[in-house]
């Protein structure tokens, strides 16, 4: 018996299924777990048509394998498929990776169906040939399906579709498509849109609509990549420009709007920055300024006085020259006025329309926004977890809130600088 060759798959994405046609087969997983090697080995098999053997719990040393199931099918093939991962959260700091090798003839192996993200940097790594021939790797897939978390993080997120995106030396590009391109299927199978037309809601924007920002519990169910999203274009000068900001240290989140002479909103720029304190956030984001600004709106907790320096975050920013206008923090009030900046209508001329626009290059802002869920206990909020997710949606909260109809207006008292942007002397 030959080895078939090391496979690595993605903890993360636990899963491997294996075909092989008319053969017994052992095999056995080892994983770097720390300085050790942990290894299962997996019975041999009998070739009984219908015959199936499942295993569960069989972990050891830190190694929780859901289960290991066997199944010969009715023409006289084997399927293997493993799924499993680590027992703590902790454990995932150790390793990343699992290593997997079968003693069965590789010749005998039909198919091989990777579940997870593992298998594609593999395969890059041996997209090589020292022939001229371009070295590209192409996939496809539908909206919904395994893997669709990967899929949409990789190609979907990382900007506007059709359009060539760089990343580290290296390009990928999203090319949707719809089944109404596919012209030979609607010749010979007409009826299938109106199958697809039946279909629940989310399968239905998934197979139909090709929308990737689909999964249960949304909080933003206006949002349209297709009407909210849009390609930079230059802003007539006497458009009002505003920013917003949501800070901490783990990330800076701004993002700079323009507002049109009929009330619509654009985001045409994105500061999304970790691990920066007080006085370089303001310094990054002075920097970035090159428009006069009608207002820069901020969380109300920016205000309070610091116990460690008696300073403010809206007082350091001061300091630097970037005066900010105090935002309402009502989070259920925000999160209504995203929403009414985000539904849909139709205009005058019929066609659907919006309040708001987001420039493809506020990637995490396209990124985040849509990826917000229900609270599980207020569900006019939205949930706070995965938290990395709320910086950018709260940053346009806080602008959102400001102009939505009925809200509180600007007032000189809002914009006063901080108290310990002065210095007072006792009498």
């Known amino acids: 018996d030959s080895l078939l060759p090391h496979l690595i798959i993605d903890i993360r994405n636990q899963g491997i299924e294996v075909d092989a046609r008319d053969v017994l087969f052992t095999g056995h997983l080892t994983s770097p777990l720390g300085m050790g090697v942990v290894a299962h080995h997996f019975p041999v098999f009998p070739t009984i ?16 394998f859901t289960h290991i199931t066997a199944q010969i099918g009715a023409i006289g093939y084997h399927r293997l498929f493993y799924a499993g991962g680590l027992d703590d959260a902790a454990s995932y700091e150790n390793i990343t990776n699992l290593g997997i090798t079968f003693s069965y003839p590789e010749s005998a192996v039909t198919g091989m169906r990777w579940l997870g993200g593992g298998p594609y940097r593999v395969w890059k790594n041996r997209l090589r040939g020292a022939n001229g021939y371009p070295k590209q790797m192409k996939s496809t897939t539908n909206p919904g399906s395994l893997g669709h978390k990967w899929v949409k993080e990789r190609f979907i997120d990382i900007g506007r579709s059709e359009e060539k995106h760089f990343i580290n030396g290296q390009s990928r590009l999203f090319i949707p498509s719809l089944v109404s391109d596919n012209r030979f299927l609607l010749k010979n199978d007409a009826r299938y849109v109106k199958r697809l037309e039946n279909l629940s809601e989310k399968d239905k924007k998934a197979l139909l609509y090709g929308q990737w920002d689909i999964f249960e519990g949304r909080y933003f169910d206006e949002w349209d990549r297709d009407i909210h999203v849009c390609r930079p274009f230059e802003l007539p000068a006497h458009w009002k420009r505003y920013a917003c900001m949501d800070y901490g240290l783990d990330m800076l989140a701004v993002y700079f709007v323009a507002v049109d002479d009929e009330g619509k909103a654009y985001v045409y720029k994105e500061i999304y920055r970790p691990n920066l304190i007080i006085s370089r956030a303001a310094q990054l984001i002075k920097s970035m300024i090159s428009e006069n600004l009608t207002a820069f709106y901020a969380p109300p907790d920016l205000w309070n006085r610091r116990q460690d320096s008696g300073k403010s975050v809206a007082g350091i920013f001061a300091r630097q020259g970037i005066i900010l ?6 989070r259920q009030t925000g999160w209504y006025a995203v929403k009414e900046f985000l539904h849909p209508y139709t205009d005058g001329a019929g066609d659907k329309n919006r309040k708001l626009q987001i420039f493809s290059n506020c990637i995490n802002l396209i990124r985040t926004l849509p990826a917000l869920i229900h609270d599980g206990k207020n569900v006019n909020d939205v949930s706070s977890v995965p938290h990395e997710y709320t910086h950018g949606p709260d940053a346009l909260r806080y602008f959102c809130v400001m102009h939505c109809q009925g809200a509180k207006s600007e007032t000189a008292e809002e914009n006063l600088l901080p108290e310990e942007f002065f210095n007072f002397t006792q009498l």
Do not use: M
């Open 325 to 330: 206008t105090k935002s309402v923090n009502d």
């Open 49 to 64: 048509a219908g015959y199936e053997r499942a295993q569960n719990g069989i972990g050891s040393l830190g190694l929780g």
